[in-house]
């Protein structure tokens, strides 16, 4: 089936930003991010976007697709397009680096304030430990109205790995501020666009309930 690609494109020195469109033959269960290497190898090399695994472990290529947050390696075609269109932009708030590619930093940036742990530890008959879900694929950042207008705010992933990762029923001490689970809105758009079910908004609420009832301390 053919479908209509239209991919904002910006390379820095451009004035500013274009979206161009191209015409792509692929099977509706094509994800987007093989569509979008097809045009790649196909018609334009230079286009830039970023993947690594395939199967939305790695989380890299996270995007704007038809107006929506997601993971285009495990974004079937078929199912997002609106009439054989396909829109696919940067995700928001980062800075653009080259057409579908962002810095992260900003995110990044943020975990240096409250040093998560990295294991998570699994209730059970047996006591296990296992990576976070999160793959810090910064969807959560670009859904969340607060973290694109509020460049100091800690962000929905940093937040929920922080209160995960603690021990002694103590959080860093920034979660308590005005740049951590008091600057929320409660949109639970990172909770709704988060492509492996991480929930950080619920947790936010949860470490709220924490401080109001004195239940949760700082560290």
């Not at 973290?147 to 021990?167: D, H, M, Q």
């Amino acid at each position: 089936m053919r479908y209509r690609l239209v991919v904002r494109r910006y390379k820095q020195g451009w004035r500013e930003a274009e979206y161009r469109a191209y015409e792509v033959d692929v099977d509706p269960d094509t994800s987007v991010l093989d569509a979008l290497e097809k045009v790649s190898l196909e018609q334009d090399p230079t286009l830039t976007f970023e993947h690594a695994c395939h199967h939305g472990v790695c989380g890299a290529c996270g995007m704007v697709i038809n107006g929506v947050e997601r993971l285009a390696c495990v974004t079937r075609i078929g199912e997002v397009a609106r009439g054989g269109v396909v829109v696919v932009e940067p995700l928001r708030g980062f800075r653009v680096v080259s057409d579908l590619a962002v810095d992260k930093s900003r995110m990044f940036s943020q975990y240096a304030l409250v040093e998560p742990g990295t294991l998570e530890r699994v209730d059970g008959v047996v006591e296990l430990e296992k990576l976070f879900d999160c793959v810090e694929c910064g969807v959560c950042y670009s859904a969340c109205p607060i973290a694109n207008t509020f460049p100091e705010y800690l962000g929905p992933s940093v937040i929920a790995l922080a209160y995960r990762s603690s021990k002694d029923g103590k959080v860093p001490a920034v979660l308590d501020s005005r740049r951590g689970v008091w600057a929320c809105h409660a949109a639970f758009e990172c909770s709704v666009r988060c492509p492996v079910g991480f929930k950080p908004g619920e947790t936010i609420m949860k470490v709220r309930r924490g401080f109001l009832s004195g239940k949760l301390g700082v560290r």
